[in-house]
């Protein structure tokens, strides 16, 4: 913890969708904030909410896939508004992925972002929270992480590979005293699940449920945060099903689930 009583939290992500809805809940709780997004007019226009509530908070633009310019911005934050005890490291991209449109290049860049993103950001603040031994690392990875399914294919591989790269990290960093969390959210009603053309209705939380989940992590620091909990029983199932019956149901699942083909 800082000088104040409340941990500084740093989101990367935070100009939309689940990270801006966090930023929000943990303003209200009057935690200090740095912000980091690639999306300018959206951080200006959650600076405006935040100057609204009188939160203390630093709003940098940085891309987590920048090294150089993103450890700019969180040097920026720490000046503004001190050592950053927790990272929320929110940013990430989703595409639809399917057979017929497979490219190398959408994997390259979810993998950027979403793996090596989170990774450029763990270690643009893992020194200092090493050096004063505490520190919380929320990762927010997907159920999509759980297995892989076909209609996500790059979103899929990325979540699984951060979900296992939080998990390796875990016990070398306990010692050190920083704590992980992988947070594994289902749906939630953002710019990037409502591009998928599902067939039916799909139950999405709002992303302010989700920043309420988040923000109890944040304060809790337990080791995983998955939500909603009809998500949580069905994926915990899915992730025990025998591998011929998941690959039979996701070859019904898909058409069925989808307006399109993979
Ligand atoms: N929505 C869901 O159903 C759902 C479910 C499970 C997990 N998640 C995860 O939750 C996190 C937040 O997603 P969301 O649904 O809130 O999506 P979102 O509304 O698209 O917000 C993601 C934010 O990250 C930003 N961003 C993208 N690339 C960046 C980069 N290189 N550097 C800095 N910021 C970057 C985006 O900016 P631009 O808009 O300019 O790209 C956007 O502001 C993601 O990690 C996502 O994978 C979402």
Redesign the pocket.
Known sequence: MTASTSPVVLI??????????TALELARKNVPLGL????VP?LESLGDELRKLGARFSIQI?????RES?REAIAAVETAVGPIDVLV??????RLTLVPDLALDTLRKTF???LF?VAESIEAVLPGMIARGRGHLVG?????GYRGFPWMIS?SAS?AALIAYLEALRPGLARRGVTITT???????????TGIPYKRKID??E?EV?AKHLARAVLRRPRNCVFPFSMRIGLAVLKVTPDFLFDWMMRKAGPEALSVDF
Do not use: E, H
């Not at 990367?12 to 809805?21: E, F, K, S």
């Not at 980091?36 to 999306?39: E, G």
């Not at 927010?140 to 999509?144: E, G, K, M």
């Open positions: 990367t992500g935070a100009a939309n969708g689940i990270g801006r809805a980091l997004d690639v999306d959206n940085g891309d987590v896939c920048q993103l490291a929110c940013a990430g991209f989703g950027d972002v979403n993103g927010v990875a997907s159920l999509a979103y979540k947070v594994c959210p289902g749906f939630v009603r953002t710019a990037m699940s999405m939380l992303p989700a």
